[in-house]
């Protein structure tokens, strides 16, 4: 069985076509830049072939046929005919309280992504967008199947999702904590609790998502009981690009003074914050490592304050969770910048957290244990695979029509 999954935005169409008899990657690429003048499409196969272009995509149903054409292509393609590709997985950033489980795709569900869009209006429209193309390319007799981010995290209690806001706005708009990457968190607790082989039930972990987009969750027993991002990805600590959380106060005070519109404001906040607005050099990490390193002061304000935030949930996760038998750092940033995790770890003493800093000086994008064999809490760095999750969960609910 072949599972094609895909994660729609705005302006692009990512995709990986896996195999679940071995549960690998076999093609995957990008189409980007959809309907702008200039496009830009790359796709890759496992075996090393490869292939680009710059035509511009006026949609998403022919940005859809492009990769269908090329996962078909003679030269650089991976099947001989479409029926090879058994179901569709996507990605879909919220469910809301609606959805809390992989959800086979018809009318109605398809209906209630799309009124969810207000909590996701740069996602779930494209969501809806990139599910249609499916639909209208390959016919609705492939199945296909919406996996949610938000769905992980919807065992939270109400005291860790609601807002201290007047109820009638939690009734009338479900303005709530949801949080993000619930599928990633997911993922790697999963693996986490093998690793520690240990009952689910009988677990503890803090799992650190941390990226160009970032999140830390509190899972207890496999289930998660708090998270980081709210409404929105925006909530939390300080990313690439956004704030994280903020004095309410802030957003109206800069509002009046810059006489900004909240659209202003929106970008400002998601697009102009985080280690971009504090470091004034980049919002990629490995841009404002290389500042700290030659000596630039903002750029190690950013870090400072990325390593401080992080360590402060994690000790409020701890104290939620009554005791942690281990942290995982997973993402780009958590699986690839040993200095970043030696910090954040060098202010958990409190925790019991040893590291052994040779082993995490060597891990780049790999599985492995951290930690000393003294420390109280085990650290891992686990990488994500968001993609093998979905097509996972794609085979789960087509295995049962």
């Known amino acids: 069985m072949k599972v ?13 076509l896996i195999d679940m008899e071995t549960e690998q990657m076999v093609a995957k690429g990008n189409v980007e830049r959809i309907g702008l003048e200039e496009g830009n499409f790359s796709h890759k196969t496992a075996d090393g072939r490869s292939y680009g272009d710059k035509e511009p995509s006026p949609n998403h149903t022919h940005a859809f046929n492009r990769v269908i054409k090329a996962l078909l292509d003679p030269e650089v393609g991976v099947i001989k005919e479409l029926s090879e590709i058994s179901a569709v997985g996507h990605r879909v950033v919220q469910g ?33 967008q990139g599910i249609k193309a499916c639909q209208e390319v390959l016919g609705k007799d492939v199945p296909q199947v919406a996996v949610f981010d938000t769905a992980f995290h919807s065992t939270m209690p109400p005291k860790a999702y609601m807002y201290a806001i007047p109820y009638e706005y939690y009734t009338k708009y479900n303005i709530r904590r949801y949080g993000a990457h619930g599928t990633s968190h997911r993922f790697v607790s999963k693996r986490c609790i093998e690793l520690l082989g240990k009952d689910a039930k009988d677990t503890k972990i803090i799992t650190c998502h941390i990226g160009n987009g970032s999140s830390i969750t509190a899972v207890d027993g496999g289930k998660c009981i708090d ?29 009046k003074q810059e006489n900004l519109s909240a659209e202003e404001m929106d970008t400002l906040f998601n697009k102009k914050s985080g280690l971009l607005g504090i470091s004034g050099v980049s919002s990629d990490d490995r841009d404002v490592a290389a500042a700290e390193k030659a000596g630039n002061p903002r750029a190690h304000l950013a870090h400072e304050m990325l390593v401080y935030q992080i360590q402060k949930f994690i000790g409020a996760f701890a104290m939620a969770l009554g005791r942690v038998d281990a942290i995982v750092f997973t993402a780009g940033l958590g699986e690839n910048q040993s200095d970043i995790r030696q910090r954040i770890c060098d202010g958990l003493e409190l925790l019991g957290v040893k590291l052994n800093d040779e082993v995490n000086a060597a891990t780049h994008g790999a599985e492995a244990l951290l930690s000393t064999e003294d420390s109280k809490v085990k650290v891992y760095c686990i990488p ?18």
Request: hydrophobic letters at 40%.
């Open 384 to 401: 994500t695979n968001e993609e093998l999750a979905i097509a996972q969960d794609t085979q789960s609910v087509v295995s049962k029509l």
């Open 96 to 128: 809301g309280s609606r959805f809390c489980e992989p959800e086979l795709i018809n009318d109605e569900v398809l209906q209630g992504i799309a009124e969810l869009g207000a909590l996701a209006p740069l996602h779930n429209p494209a969501h809806v």
């Open 4 to 16: 094609l999954v895909i994660n729609c935005g705005s302006s692009s169409l990512k995709y990986q």
């Open 227 to 255: 998270t980081t991002m709210g409404l929105t990805p925006l909530d939390g600590f300080m990313m690439g690009t956004r704030t994280g959380a903020l004095d309410p106060s802030v957003v109206t005070f800069i509002e």
